[in-house]
Structure formats: structure tokens, C-alpha cells
């Protein structure tokens, strides 16, 4: 299990940025795939990006263009830059290790943290 810290969250307008930040602690970070999640008001928990030990990325539709996942193996951590946010993308943001199972697909390896609040309003 690896423990998971996010922060970086907060209360930004529509079309401004923030930076998200998670900080894993445990060993063998640089073989796991992460994953940024997030959950809004009265939605289902959706995965926001996903980046790969190698390097490769995943990102939802919806957020496309716009975030930008990345890792520092060598610190252990996991970054999310969010630029041109929207207020749909107000939510609390999680992130996790990811693990592909070919049975049953993508799921989490940990429990879920805190994670970090985003508001975007006017």
C-alpha cells in the first residue's frame, strides 16, 4: 500500500489555474500507474488523468486540453496542472495507484485519501 497525500486545491475563476500535487510515500512508486480522480456535487467518482510508469497518459474528454498530468519518480510525486478551468470542474480531486487487471480492468489499489477541494465560481 502506498500512502497518498494530496494538496494544492482551492478557490480559483473560470479560466484560471491551479496546480494539484500528490505526495506518495511507500516503495515501488516508479512501477505503478496514478491516476487523478475526482468526484462533484451529486456525480459518480471519474477518472481525470492517468499516467503510466513509462510515461504514457490518459485523459477524460472533458479535460482534455486543458490539464496536464505529470510525475517525478525521483520525489515521488504526481502533479496535476489545470489550466482554463471551468465551473464543471469543481469537484474533490483524488489521486491513486492504478492497476489493469486484464479480467477486470482499471481499478485502484489503495483507499481513498482526503484529497483536495477545487471550486471554480465567479
Known amino acids: 500500500q502506498v500512502q497518498l497525500v494530496e494538496s494544492g486545491g482551492g478557490l480559483v475563476q473560470p479560466g484560471g489555474s491551479l496546480r494539484l500535487s500528490c505526495a506518495a510515500s511507500g516503495t515501488f512508486f516508479s512501477a505503478r500507474a496514478m491516476g487523478w480522480y475526482r468526484q462533484a456535487p451529486g456525480k459518480q467518482r471519474e477518472l481525470v488523468a492517468r499516467?503510466?510508469?513509462?510515461?504514457?497518459?490518459y485523459y477524460a474528454d472533458s479535460v482534455k486540453g486543458r490539464f496536464t498530468i505529470s510525475r517525478d519518480n525521483a520525489k515521488n510525486t504526481v502533479s496535476l496542472q489545470m489550466n482554463s478551468l471551468k465551473p464543471e470542474d469543481t469537484a474533490v480531486y483524488y489521486c491513486?495507484?492504478?492497476?489493469?487487471?486484464?479480467?477486470?480492468?482499471?481499478?485502484?489499489?489503495?483507499?481513498w485519501g482526503q484529497g483536495t477541494q477545487v471550486t471554480v465560481s465567479s
Open positions: 499516467i503510466t510508469p513509462g510515461g504514457n497518459t
Open positions: 491513486n495507484a492504478d492497476r489493469f487487471n486484464p479480467a477486470t480492468g482499471w481499478g485502484t489499489e489503495n483507499p
